[in-house]
């Protein structure tokens, strides 16, 4: 499949573990969050998003907690599956009419061990 | 329901020479974003188009341009390519604007040698 080859900070995870992942952003004035999943060979995929007004939100098996007082996001990944596999980044942004202009951080390759 | 379209998906140009790379939004969206991923800068934003007008740019200079037709189709531009260029060039459309109702293609590999 396709890869862009980035060199990428990885984590390592065994099938069924939480994984976390995290980001570092730098503009304080940033109002607006973005996880977004790469697979191979595909474009980044929308997995969950978070405002500054809050400092966590949940999904379907994904936790995003907002730090803003150090400038730090994660992502946490409950129950760890082989799928989950591919890189991740953080991506800051506007909620509203911006469109896609966001700012993407480095990304970090998830690998899941069976 | 179609998917983001991007054609061609693998591209191979000389330095100099300019390439035209065209995006099919999903049916009904009306914004179409691009992005360049380099294994250097990551994923950066290069321009957005709605409703045939360019809403937002990024930081690029003027040799990236692109354009939106009445149908949504977008297609960008690169001209007098550079080594630099080389890249997987994504589209991404949403119908609001909104980020998080935004799709991306599989984007197209561009090679300049």
């Known amino acids: 499949g396709e890869s862009v080859g980035l060199h990428l900070p990885t984590l390592s995870v065994q099938e069924g573990d939480n994984s976390i992942i995290n980001c570092a952003y730098s503009?304080?004035?940033?109002?607006?969050f973005i996880w977004y999943k790469q697979e191979s060979g595909k474009g980044p995929q929308f997995i969950i998003d978070?405002?500054?007004?809050?400092d966590k939100r949940q999904g379907q098996r994904v936790t995003v907690l907002l730090n803003k007082t150090v400038k730090h996001l994660s992502l946490q990944i409950a129950a760890t599956q082989p799928g989950d596999s591919a890189v991740y980044f953080c991506?800051?942004?506007?909620?509203?009419?911006?469109?896609?202009?966001?700012?993407f951080g480095q990304g970090t390759e998830l690998s899941v061990k069976p | 329901k179609a998917g983001v379209t991007q054609t061609p998906r693998y591209l191979i140009k000389t330095r100099g020479q300019q390439v035209t790379l065209s995006c099919s939004p999903i049916?009904?969206?009306?914004?179409v974003s691009w992005y360049q991923q380099t294994p250097g800068q990551g994923l950066q934003f290069l321009f957005e188009?709605?409703?045939?007008?360019?809403?937002n740019k990024g930081n690029f200079p003027g040799r990236f341009s692109g354009r939106q037709f009445s149908n949504s189709r977008s297609e960008m531009n690169v001209s007098t390519l550079e080594l630099g260029d080389s890249a997987l060039y994504l589209c991404?459309?949403?119908?609001?604007?909104?980020?998080?109702?935004?799709?991306f293609g599989p984007g197209t590999r561009l090679t300049v040698t």
């Open positions: 991506a800051e942004g506007s909620p509203y009419n911006q469109g896609g202009k966001l700012i």
């Open positions: 503009n304080s004035a940033s109002d607006y």
């Open positions: 188009y709605f409703s045939e007008t360019q809403r």
């Open positions: 049916s009904g969206h009306r914004s």
């Open positions: 978070i405002r500054s007004n809050m």
């Open positions: 991404a459309s949403s119908f609001n604007r909104r980020p998080s109702e935004q799709y």
